[in-house]
Structure formats: C-alpha cells, structure tokens
C-alpha cells in the first residue's frame, strides 16, 4: 500500500500527489514513470514521475483526471493510499549537455516535461520552454517551468491566458531566430508532438518525444504498448517512452490508442453511478 | 515394500480408469468456471486400486521431481489421503497446481506399466484429488521449521521456479524473500494459465502457504529498476539470489498489420483477462475487445488457451491455426481435446502472411497460406513448406499471435557478468549457478517456454546448490575467525 501524503489541487481537473514509495524514490530518474492500481479490479495506468525526494521517501504524481483510473484516484485524499506502485520504469532521458534547449509541455504532458527539462539545466543547458493547453484552466507548471527557462512562452487554443494559438507558432519563430537550439523535447497529446515533430523535422532539430501508448503491464511482458520508430517495432514502455520523434510513426500510434474508445467510455459512465465520484465529477468537464 | 491391495492383478486391470467429473463442453465454453471438478472420493480409491504396486515403480523416474507416486497411491488406497498430500509434498510443494497442469501423459503416465497394456494410472487426478481433498477439508498443516539460519537469500519471481525455490530454502531455516514485478503472485500461473483450468483460489491458497513458511514477499518490485541485483547483493546484504524471472516478453511473427487495432499478443490477451479480469468489465476496469471472429496463431499451451478463453469472451467463430500438422503441436494432448470438444476449428498446415484492415485500422481478416510438410528440422519435427498460389482470407475482426516468448531482459541488461545465450536465456550449470557467483537461475529464464514441473525442478536444485554455497561460505567465515 502506498499512502498519500499530500495531495493538492492545480486545476479543476489536474491534481498533484505526493506518495510515500521510498524505493521509487531512491531510484527515480528524469524521464521515469510508474504504473498504478488505485484498487483491486482496477486498471494499470502509467504515469510520469515528476519528482521524488529520497530522504522522505516519497514520490510526485501529476495526474489530470479524464477517465475511469484517474477519476478515481481524484477521490483519494491524504492519509488514503493506493494499492499498488510499482517503478521506477522505463529508459531514463539521457541528461547531456546540449546547449540551448526548447521543451515544451501541452496541458499536462508539462507535469512531464518539466523533471527532464529540470535536469536538462542542471547540467548547464539553457532552456526555453513553450507551455500550452485548450485553455487558461489547463496551464499547469507555469511558474516552475518559468524559473528554469531563459525565456518562457504559453499559448491557449482558446486565447484565454497567454498567447492564442498552439504551441508550433512561438516554437517556429524561436527556430527561425535562434540557429544554436540544439534539441526540442515536447510531451503532451500525440496531435501536438506530431505537429512539433513535422515542424522541427523541417530545420533538421533534434527532436525527443514521450510516447504514451497503451500499457498493461509496463514491463515489457505484454507488447501492447508497441509502436513502430524507424519502420521497427519498439515497447514503449522498456524502449522507451522517449524516441527520436522524426522516426516515431505517429498516425499509427494516434489510431491504436482508439482501440478501447467506446469501453473507456462505458468505465467512464461508471463512475457517474458512484456517488463519490459524481461528486467530483460535478467539477470536472 | 509391502503391497497394501489385497486384489490380484488381474482384478484391478479390469478396473477401468477413471475419469473426471466436467462440464459439458456446450456448457463451459461460454464460463470461466473450472472445466473439471477431478475425481470423487469413490473414483480416487477406485483409480489407486488399479495400481499394480510394482517392485520398480518407473512411474517414479518419469516425473521431473521424482514423487513417490507408489507410496501415495497406496495411501489413497488406504484412504489416509492426507497421509497422501504430505508424501507429495515431500518433493512437491504445488500439488493442488501441478495435479491440474502437468503434463502426466508424457511424463509419469506415459511409463506407467499399466499403461503397456490398459490405460495408464490417472496419476495426475489422483495428485489433484488429495490436494482438493486437503483444501476442501482445511486439513493442511504447515511443515514445522526447526532451524534457523540467519543468511538471506532473495527469490526474484514468484512463477512456479522462484516460489518452490523459496519454500525449499524456507524449510531449511534461510531467511527468504520473493520480489515479484507484478501486484499478483505466481508468474504464468496467474497471468498466463486461465480461471478454467486453474482456479484463482487454488491458486491463492498455494501463495499462501508458501508465505506461511516465513517467505517475506514483496510485489510491485521489478528487480533491476526498483533495485538492482548489486543493490540486493550490497545494500539489502543478501548472500544469494535466484532468478526465476520466466520467457515473459512475447515476440511477433514479422507480418503486416500486426500494428492494426484487434491485434495482441496472447500475452497481452491473456493478463488482460486472467490478471487483470477483463473478462468481468466492466465490473472490473480493464477492457478487453473480442470480434464475433478470433484467429489465434499458434500450437503451444498458450495458443490454446487464447482461443478457448476467445469463445468464453463470447467468439462465434475461433480458429486455431498452426503451420504444422495436429501431431506436431507441443500443446498438452487435454488441452486439445478440450478445445476440440468446445468448437474451435482447426486451421492446421496453415500459415498467416498478413492481416487486413477494414477502413477504422481494425483487423477484419487474415491471410493465409496453406503449407505441406517437407524433410525434419533440427528439432526433428518436419519443416513445413508454403504451397504456391494457395493464398486465401479468413474473415476474423481479432487475431492472437501465441508463437513465441523469451526472457525479458531487463536483469541481464542491468547486472553485469551474467552470460547470455543467443536466445536471451541465462547460461547456467548443471546446479543452476550462472557466470556469477551467488547468483542462480532456473524456470523458463534458462529454458525458454517449458514446463511449471520444469521450473520447479530447476527450483529445487537451485534450492540444494544455493544451501550448499551458503553452508561452505558461512564454515570458511568461522573457520577464518
Ligand atoms: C509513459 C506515460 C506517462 C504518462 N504520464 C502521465 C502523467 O504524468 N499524468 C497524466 O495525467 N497522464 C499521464 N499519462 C496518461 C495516463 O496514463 C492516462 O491518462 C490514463 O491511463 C487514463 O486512464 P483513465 O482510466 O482515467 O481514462 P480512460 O478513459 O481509460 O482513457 C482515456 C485515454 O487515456 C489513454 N489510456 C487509457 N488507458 C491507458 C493505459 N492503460 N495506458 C496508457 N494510456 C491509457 C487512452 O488514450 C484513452 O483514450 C501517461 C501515459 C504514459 C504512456
Ligand atoms: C498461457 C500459458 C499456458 C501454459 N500452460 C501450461 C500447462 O498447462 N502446463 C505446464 O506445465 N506449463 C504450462 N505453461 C508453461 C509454464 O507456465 C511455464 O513454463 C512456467 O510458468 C515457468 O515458470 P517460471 O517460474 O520459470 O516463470 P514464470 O511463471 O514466467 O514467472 C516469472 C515471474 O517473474 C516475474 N518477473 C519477471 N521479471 C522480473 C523482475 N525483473 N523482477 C521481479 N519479478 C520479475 C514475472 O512477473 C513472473 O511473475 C504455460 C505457459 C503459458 C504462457
Ligand atoms: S508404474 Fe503405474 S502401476 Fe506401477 S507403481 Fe507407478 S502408477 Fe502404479
Ligand atoms: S506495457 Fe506491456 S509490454 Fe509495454
């Protein structure tokens, strides 16, 4: 059992969590992740570890609730734990000393953006970072994304806060301006990272994404995470999740994560029937 | 040895064997319950009277850990059949598991003398009787642990290998730890073999009765990232470990489409619904999607049970195709029938060349090619050759691929010295000691896909050769004092 410690709201439907996991936390890298069972019966769902503390033990989650799992886990308050953590998992990011740097988060892929783009500086490299959502509500880690970054930038589909528009649109004009940015790391929905991806394969920048396929195990014991890179199949979850993005097949990707769209939808409908969760779900859209 | 059956020979070859008490296939290949209940009291004493007590009982050498077959049969005879249980576990430690999954008609069945003639003892089902007989009556007492050594040894993997490795060095008073990367305990038993032919209570009570040995059992710890083998070694002060980590990463054939929706690995397919209980969503979270029509590749245990599990998620249609004939499958001659007996077709001599999308990237058949058998392989089954021209399409909206697993690597790539065969599998020797010292391996780690009795057996001697390592390192440390 992995106890809560704090738990504290960032948006109506992102919430950050602080978890006792002390093994985790010893050994956490940037670019790591964990899977979680909030509850016997329930799904497996990977999610980025943001920060850990080894002295205290414990491990941060950023999650935004947006289904079944992640809706419930939005019910457990401090002093509740969850069943089951297990990590860390996955291919840390190499941290290198690369120069400048663009990362950029979109909603909450910035939770998962930002432990590498702190390690990214903290070995000298200088960071701009480009922070964007659907709206004003959705922008997370603004101020400490801000306090790595030489220069930070947010965008709004909806214009609502920051500049209206995507994420592309600051990331080309620094592109255009600035010849010695080396490498652009971007996480967020698979429709951005693609964007970026094509936008970036354009000047020839290196360019690193996080995969998030479907895991079931997060191990390598299953291969339903697989995604194609460079024309081979790779698991997202020991491969990866960070690949070259100009070699990720991401309409491929994009397709595979709606295969359960429809039973996602059912699980969701659930949670409308336990009261706790309605409850919360009262906030969220 | 005395015989306990007064009956002559001849009498009790006129017994027929006995056989269990199941479902109807139309019944249960629409539920997840057991498909056979076993033998009843009556059949069991009747099935250990068929026994001829012989003076060399080869039934003895063909099982893979060497169980005193004769003795228990005679005291289920005598009707001690707890007497029984303890005589099995002597050297078996999963009895009400191996009683349902072993393999007996190629190993201790198969040598059976009776069997020259008549139809071997049904060795198996008599294992499995006393076992149930056991549970159903709460008659299990754990083996009294006198002595107490203060090495700690850690277990990593709870399959089959790793836990019968630490119930052994439990019993010998070592100081045991299991760390499994999963939030269930016993490997493929859990996550592999389905609720229909090993029930999860029976599965829960074995776990459980090797932790009421003392093993202290950590889940949700993937050795190699939670810890490494050196952490274990240095940090944690284990003298020596033993790796039961099993063939769990599953490997592809190769072909187009294999990326398309409705396509998974029967690894994938089967801890969705056997660990992860897909097959109760959405009273539980995990989905699970079954097409009216299941293609599942494959001939092994695992190829079986996809497609059978395919017709209790509801199939109308499940295909079993393998590129070889019926006699060359390696699956369990049962698990055949059984599938048989339920409705799966047989595509054999048939291999996939590629799997067809419909206009939503979902599977909505596969292609095939017929194939004919040529001259023997290296491993003497005859290869099988594609016939040209022999193309055709089976309409299917879900395809299983069960060929193939080998170990996941993430120990091998985090420990250094340990050797590796070309297969991923871990070298070891005739002790189950790997290239590095302390370390020990077994099960389907250094196998590749075999058998649970396999994994035990490698457990156990693993078990002994860590026993005598530890013994000589703790004398050179008294001796050096
Ligand atoms: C490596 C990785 C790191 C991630 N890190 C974070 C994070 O730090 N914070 C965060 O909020 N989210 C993160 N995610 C996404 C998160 O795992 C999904 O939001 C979550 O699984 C949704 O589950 P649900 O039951 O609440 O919603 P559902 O209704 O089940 O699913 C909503 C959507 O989430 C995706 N999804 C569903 N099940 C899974 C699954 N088992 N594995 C992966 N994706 C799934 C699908 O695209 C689906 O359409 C990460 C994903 C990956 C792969
Ligand atoms: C579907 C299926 C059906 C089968 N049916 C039969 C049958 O009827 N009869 C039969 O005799 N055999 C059968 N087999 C084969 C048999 O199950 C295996 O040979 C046996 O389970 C191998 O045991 P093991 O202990 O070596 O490994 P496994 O059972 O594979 O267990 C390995 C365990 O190690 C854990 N692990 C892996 N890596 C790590 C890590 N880094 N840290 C911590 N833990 C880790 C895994 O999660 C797993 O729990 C079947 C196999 C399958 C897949
Ligand atoms: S070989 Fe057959 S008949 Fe002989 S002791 Fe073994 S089970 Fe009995
Ligand atoms: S999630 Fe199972 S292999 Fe990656």
């Not at chain 2, 780690?445 to 000589?472: C, E, F, N, Q, W």
């Amino acid at each position: 059992m992995f106890p809560i410690i704090s738990k504290e709201i960032l948006s109506s439907t992102i919430t950050k969590y602080v978890i006792h996991a002390p093994f985790i936390a010893k050994k956490r890298k940037a670019g790591n992740f964990v899977m979680l069972r909030v509850v016997d019966n329930g799904e497996r769902i990977p999610i980025t570890l943001v920060d850990s503390d080894s002295n205290a033990g414990t491990i941060t989650l950023i999650v935004q609730a947006i289904g079944k799992t992640t809706k419930l886990l939005a019910t457990k308050n401090v002093g509740d734990s969850i069943l089951d953590v297990v990590g860390p998992l996955g291919v840390p990011t190499p941290i290198e000393l690369h120069g400048q740097i663009v990362c950029i988060g979109g909603g909450v892929g910035t939770a998962e953006v930002y432990p590498i783009a702190r390690a990214l500086k903290d070995v000298g490299n200088t960071i701009y970072s480009i922070v964007g959502a659907r709206s004003k509500d959705l922008i997370i880690l603004e101020k400490e994304m801000g306090a790595i970054s030489k220069e930070i930038y947010v965008t709004t589909d909806d214009g609502s806060y920051g500049r209206k528009g995507i994420v592309t649109d600051p990331l080309k004009e620094l592109l255009d301006a600035n010849k010695d940015i080396q490498a652009v790391y971007a996480i967020g929905p698979l429709p951005m990272m693609k964007a970026v991806s094509n936008l970036t394969k354009t000047y020839s920048t290196k360019t690193l994404v996080s995969l998030n396929a479907i895991m079931v195990d997060g191990t390598g014991m299953c291969g339903g995470c697989r995604v194609s890179i460079g024309g081979k199949m790779k698991f997202a979850c020991v491969d990866g999740p960070e690949f070259d993005a100009h070699l990720v097949d991401f309409d491929e990707l994009i397709m595979r994560n709606r295969t359960y769209v429809d039973l996602e939808k059912i699980a969701d409908e659930r949670c409308k029937l336990t009261p706790s969760i309605a409850a919360l779900a009262g906030g969220v859209k | 040895m005395n015989y306990v059956n007064p009956m002559k020979p001849s009498e009790r070859m006129k017994i027929p064997r006995q056989v269990s008490i199941e479902q109807t296939a139309e019944e249960r290949n629409r539920n997840f319950n057991e498909v056979s209940a076993g033998l009843d009291e009556a059949r069991a004493v009747l099935e250990a009277a068929r026994c001829l007590e012989c003076k060399n009982p080869v039934c003895i050498e063909g099982c893979p850990v060497t169980i005193d077959i004769r003795t228990f049969i005679q005291l289920i005879f005598k009707k001690d059949f707890i007497g029984a249980a303890n005589k099995i576990r002597e050297a078996n430690y999963l009895p009400a598991i191996c009683g349902r999954v072993c393999p007996q008609e190629t190993q201790c069945e198969i040598v059976c003398i009776l069997g020259k003639k008549y139809e071997p003892v049904a060795i198996g089902k008599l294992e499995r009787f006393v076992a149930d007989y056991e549970i159903s009556n709460n008659l299990f007492i754990p083996p009294v642990i006198t002595n107490h050594i203060d090495q700690k040894v850690a277990i990593v993997g709870s399959g089959p290998a790793g836990v019968t490795c630490a119930a052994e060095l439990a019993k010998l008073g070592y100081k045991v730890t299991i760390f499994e990367a999963l939030h269930g305990l016993g490997g493929v038993l859990r996550y592999g073999i389905p609720e229909f032919r090993l029930p999860r209570e029976i599965l829960d009570i074995e776990m459980e009765r090797v932790r009421q040995l003392g093993v202290e059992i950590y889940k949700n710890f993937v050795v190699g990232r939670t810890a490494t083998i050196d952490e274990l070694f240095n940090e944690w002060g284990f003298e020596a470990i033993f790796l039961g980590t099993g063939a769990g990463t599953p490997t592809f054939m190769g072909i187009p489409g294999e990326s398309l929706s409705g396509v998974y690995s029967a690894n994938e397919y089967l801890t969705r619904v056997n660990l992860m209980q897909a097959y109760q969503f959405p009273d539980s979270d995990t989905p699970i999607k079954v097409g009216k029509e299941v293609a599942v590749i494959g001939g092994g245990n695992t190829a079986m049970d996809a497609v059978r599990t395919s017709l209790r998620l509801g199939a109308k249609k499940a295909y079993l195709i393998y590129r070889r004939s019926r006699k060359e499958m390696p699956a369990r001659e049962e698990e055949v029938h059984h599938a048989e007996e339920e409705g799966v077709e047989f595509m054999m001599l048939t291999n996939p060349t590629r799997i067809l999308a419909d206009g939503n990237n979902w599977v909505c058949g596969i292609e095939c090619q017929k194939m004919e058998l040529g001259e023997p392989d290296e491993s003497g089954r005859r290869k099988p050759i594609p016939v040209k021209g022999s193309e055709f399409v089976v309409p299917v909206q879900t395809v299983i691929e069960a060929v193939g697993q080998k170990p996941n690597p993430i120990i091998q790539t985090t420990t250094e010295g340990l050797d590796v065969s070309k297969w991923g599998t871990i070298v070891v020797n005739d002790v189950q000691l790997t290239s590095r010292e302390g370390i020990f391996a077994g099960g389907d780690l250094t196998r590749g896909g075999a058998t649970v009795i396999l994994a035990m057996r490698d457990g156990k001697i693993a078990a002994d050769a860590i026993h005598k390592y530890l013994s000589d390192k703790q004398d050179g440390k008294t001796e050096s004092k």
